[in-house]
T-cell receptor
Framework: DAGVIQSPRHEVTEMGQEVTLRCKPI?????LFWYRQTMMRGLELLIYFNNNVPIDDSGMPEDRFSAKMPNASFSTLKIQPSEPRDSAVYFC???????????FGQGTRLTVV | EDKVVQSPLSLVVHEGDTVTLNCSYE??????LLWYKQEKKAPTFLFML????IEKKSGRLSSILDKKELFSILNITATQTGDSAVYLCANNVQGAQKLVFGQGTRLTINP
């Protein structure tokens, strides 16, 4: 298996633009997590899905952030409009029902200028 | 609120030294504690601990959990420069199926 696949690996955008980050979890995993990592705040859980259903989105910073999981093999995290303070590395991870360890993708480094 | 605290936040040692990294937690429904190593990119899994007092070992790395005192330690013996990384501790909260991470310990091994 190729592991968790995220795209793009790097994204530079201007303030106010819409940004969409993509994730393909490991086949067979039914839990998917979106994390944000910054120097100041470390790894923060934004939202997680179980069987494609959002379970806990309490970590989503504000209404500018939204996430979807239309099927078991694809998820998106959208920021609209983006702001400089959204600059961070965004990780997607998947696991088998939370029972096993979570496997992380390589992350998307987002820079909003 | 579920909380994971790691110490120290930063540690610099010489190659060959032994280090101990600490992780304490406060969670409402503990399921397991996990250690990850993060170099330049994604965190990679090291250990999952669910039972007190049972040491998990992988080469020069080992870890143990104390569920009564709510902490775990990660030991690295005979450190090498390749051990330089951020080490992350996380709690898997029962019923929530999510990982709550600590701030990490940045370990630097000097030759």
């Amino acid at each position: 298996d190729a592991g968790v696949i995220q795209s793009p690996r790097h994204e530079v955008t201007e303030m106010g633009q819409e940004v969409t980050l993509r994730c393909k979890p490991i086949s067979g995993h039914n839990s998917l997590f979106w994390y944000r990592q910054t120097m100041m705040r470390g790894l923060e859980l934004l939202i997680y899905f179980n069987n494609n259903v959002p379970i806990d989105d309490s970590g989503m910073p504000e209404d500018r952030f939204s996430a979807k999981m239309p099927n078991a093999s694809f998820s998106t995290l959208k920021i609209q409009p983006s702001e400089p303070r959204d600059s961070a590395v965004y990780f997607c991870a998947s696991s088998l029902g939370g029972i096993t360890e979570a496997f992380f993708g390589q992350g998307t480094r987002l820079t909003v200028v | 609120e579920d909380k994971v605290v790691q110490s120290p936040l930063s540690l610099v040692v010489h190659e060959g030294d032994t280090v101990t990294l600490n992780c304490s937690y406060e969670v409402t429904n503990f399921r397991s504690l996990l250690w990850y190593k993060q170099e330049k990119k994604a965190p990679t899994f090291l250990f999952m601990l669910t039972s007190s007092g049972i040491e998990k070992k992988s080469g020069r790395l080992s870890s143990i959990l104390d569920k009564k005192e709510l902490f775990s330690i990660l030991n690295i013996t005979a450190t090498q420069t390749g051990d330089s990384a951020v080490y992350l501790c996380a709690n898997n909260v029962q019923g929530a199926q999510k990982l709550v991470f600590g701030q990490g310990t940045r370990l630097t091994i000097n030759p």
